[in-house]
């Protein structure tokens, strides 16, 4: 499986503006590099290619040839693919290919503006599977190729490290493999791992904000409160776009997970771009990067 960092800061507008500026040009290279990394994106939670895209000049071929019908079929098949992947990823990406059939075909009456927002949710849809491949492969927005770290340089972060740690989920570039309930896993079944070797006490590792390059630890069973306010809070965070009881984090040595609840009207947000639903319990593995309300406030869950 391909191993590198994918465009994750495509936006709707750019394709807009210099597709215009370039006369079409800018857009080509735009969809080519952009099914690329979809591909590359969903491979980690696909066992074979038949999911699989093909490139932009094959996908443009195929539509001449079938006067469109290909296109709507590719549509819905990938719609349906990135719905898919990005739940395994922990996203939450509400279009499916009828989403983008609808907005495409019956959206065309709507001033012809339906085709449109169907390009707009299938850019930023896959924008979020690349950032969030990104990081789950070590890749720092800030500093490209490089592992992720904290902007103050006190906590340098290994993705090989905090995520794979001594084998335990393989290495970056294994082949994934599917573990009972049908998910993707490396190298040993993560869940099997965390139950034999859970330990009793793990640490919150903070890498942006007040408290950046503290740990804190916390022990099976034990809920930690983060919040501005010090009445009801274990650990209080000073800035405004933190609530006053903002989120509660609990580890359970039983099976090695933690659990996050969001109360915040600011947002807890999973690896950086999928924010957890207020008032749920969310599972949560080690490894898991939490950012809070703006993201002045960043830790990582050891």
Request: glycine residues 10%; neutral net charge.
């Amino acid at each position: 499986m391909e191993v590198r960092k994918l465009d994750d800061e495509r936006k709707f507008w750019k394709y807009i503006v210099f597709g215009i500026i370039t006369c079409g040009i800018y857009d080509l290279i735009f969809w080519w590099k952009m099914l690329k990394d979809l591909n590359t994106a969903c491979a980690p939670f696909e066992q074979d290619d038949s999911e699989k895209s093909p490139n932009y000049v094959i996908l443009l071929l195929l539509t001449i040839v079938t006067c469109g019908i290909y296109y709507f079929f590719w549509l819905y098949k990938q719609g349906n693919r990135i719905h898919r992947v990005g739940a395994a990823y922990g996203l939450n990406i509400d279009e499916t290919g009828s989403t983008y059939l609808l907005w495409d075909l019956v959206g065309v009456l709507l001033c012809m503006l339906g085709p449109w927002v169907c390009l707009y949710y299938l850019i930023t849809n896959i924008t979020k599977l690349c950032k969030v491949y990104n990081y789950q492969h070590g890749f720092d927005n800030s500093v490209s190729g490089q592992n992720a770290y904290s902007s103050q340089g006190n906590a340098q972060i290994s993705y090989d490290q905090q995520n794979y740690g001594s084998n335990s989920y393989g290495q970056p570039g294994d082949s994934p493999r599917p573990n009972n309930s049908g998910s993707f896993y490396y190298g040993q079944d993560p869940n099997t791992v965390a139950t034999q070797r859970a330990p009793q006490s793990r640490t919150l590792l903070f890498i942006k904000g007040t408290y950046s390059g503290a740990e804190v630890e916390i022990q099976s069973g034990e809920e930690l409160v983060i919040g501005r306010s010090g009445e009801i809070c274990n650990f209080v965070l000073p800035d405004q776009d933190i609530s006053r009881k903002h989120c509660s984090v609990r580890y359970s040595a039983e099976d090695g997970y933690f659990y996050v609840t969001d109360y915040s009207t600011f947002g807890v947000y999973m690896n950086g771009s999928s924010r957890l639903k207020k008032g749920i319990v969310t599972q949560c593995p080690p490894g898991t990067r939490l950012s809070l309300g703006e993201g002045n406030n960043v830790f990582i869950l050891q």
